[in-house]
């Protein structure tokens, strides 16, 4: 097993105790929660408390989980061998699989998800894949018309949800059940492009353009009724743009926001401005676009490496009332090194939403390491070490 590894819980804990002094939130000072709480795990991994839910404290104080590339199931090994020979190591980074959603969101405590996603107006596009055997299994869902979710079009696409609305409906149903469960933010990536590999007969992906954008807040609106949701129109409220209300830190409390769900763009441009056509400020839209800090759409911030500049500009950005999505690994570094420096910095930095292929409680232990990205005490969500209030108490944020 490697050393000093995040995976040996006890010491992420003295690393938790460390940035929560730090930030000055109390009832972080183990990791988890205060020993006098009656606390018990229900079968489908959440977690039950008679401590009351804090309501008061505000989406942008507070620390959560996810998985990045949620959606990913290793291929099987022939077709690996296949991504092999055109390159080695990146069929490696492509060795990782995730459970289905509802585990993810009980078990591994997760509470952001990423899905990548493909349009396919007419159906059937990426129904046989290339590097697929001739008696692969077929999905009839892969033929109808709608959006699909997947790493790669032909080489890199199994997946536990194959269309966007069966993932959203994993997630809905496991939300209807766990109705107090801090917001849950599901990263969207849209996909267009074409193969790193010279791939013969691949699939020609169709462009994102806003009508298509259009197509999926329609799937979004058929699994989600409107008050499951927490839109662009309802952080910015009376203001005069969404990043006047996020400088005002006027984000929804927990109270207003438990049991709901919202979107996030991670595409920059062209996609941000592909889907503000129509569409100014995001008005009725229901992604937060990934825009740069200062435009009138400004609220959410993708930096994928928390370890840059120190993480002064992730924290910079969250004291400001950004929110941010990190990342606590990636391309299977932290596995192979043992290196937990990255995970160190996503928490400390602030971020609100930190990604990891690699979640608790097993992390990357069928790799043969102790390597896990979760959060001190394997909580849910925690009080913000940067953002959230001197007297916020860890386990109130979703006892």
Excluded at 182 to 199: E, H, R, S, T
Excluded at 212 to 228: C, N, Y
Aim: charged share 25%.
């Amino acid at each position: 097993m490697a050393q000093g590894t995040v995976g040996k819980r006890a010491l992420l804990g003295s690393v938790a105790l460390v940035v929560a002094l730090l930030a000055g939130c109390s009832g972080s000072s183990d990791g988890g929660a205060p020993a006098s709480t009656d606390r018990s795990e229900t079968p489908n991994g959440s977690t039950t408390s008679t401590l009351a839910p804090d309501d008061d404290l505000k989406l942008n104080e507070i620390q959560v989980i996810g998985t990045h590339n949620s959606f990913h199931v290793q291929a099987p090994e022939d077709e690996l061998a296949q991504v092999a020979a055109f390159d080695e190591e990146q069929a490696n980074q492509r060795r990782y699989t995730h459970p289905d959603l509802a585990t993810q969101l009980g078990e591994q405590k997760i509470r952001q998800i990423e899905l990548d996603v493909f349009a396919d107006a007419k159906g059937g596009l990426y129904s046989h894949p290339a590097l697929a055997a001739s008696d692969a299994d077929h999905d009839p869902a892969m033929d109808e018309p709608g959006t699909k979710v997947l790493h790669e079009q032909d080489v890199d696409y199994h997946s536990v949800c194959p269309t966007l609305v069966a993932c959203l409906d994993e997630v809905k149903t496991w939300s209807d059940a766990n109705p107090q469960h801090v917001p849950v933010a599901i990263n969207i990536q849209f996909k267009d492009g074409p193969l790193i590999f010279p791939v013969d007969d691949q699939a020609v992906p169709e462009k994102w353009t806003t009508e298509a954008m259009d197509g999926l807040d329609d799937e979004i609106r058929s699994v989600f009724e409107d008050d499951q949701l927490i839109t662009p129109d309802d952080v910015r409220g009376d203001h005069a743009t969404l990043n006047e209300a996020v400088l005002a830190k006027d984000w929804p409390t927990l109270g207003e926001s438990r049991g709901k769900v919202m979107f996030l763009m991670i595409n920059p441009e062209p996609y941000r401005s592909i889907y503000l056509e129509g569409h100014d400020g995001l008005e009725g839209r229901i992604l937060f676009t990934n825009a740069e800090p200062g435009q009138p759409d400004a609220s959410y911030i993708g930096l994928d490496d928390p370890l840059a500049d120190g993480g002064v500009m992730i924290s910079d950005l969250v004291d400001r009332g950004y929110l941010v999505r990190t990342r606590a690994d990636a391309d299977n570094v932290e596995v192979e090194t043992g290196s937990d420096d990255r995970l160190r910095a996503a928490l400390a930095s602030g971020a609100q939403w930190i990604s990891t292929d690699y979640p608790g409680p097993d992390g990357a232990r069928d790799e043969g390491s102790d390597y896990v990205a979760e959060l001190p005490g394997f909580l849910a969500a925690r009080c913000n070490p940067v953002t959230a209030p001197k007297d916020c108490d860890d386990a109130a944020v979703e006892p």
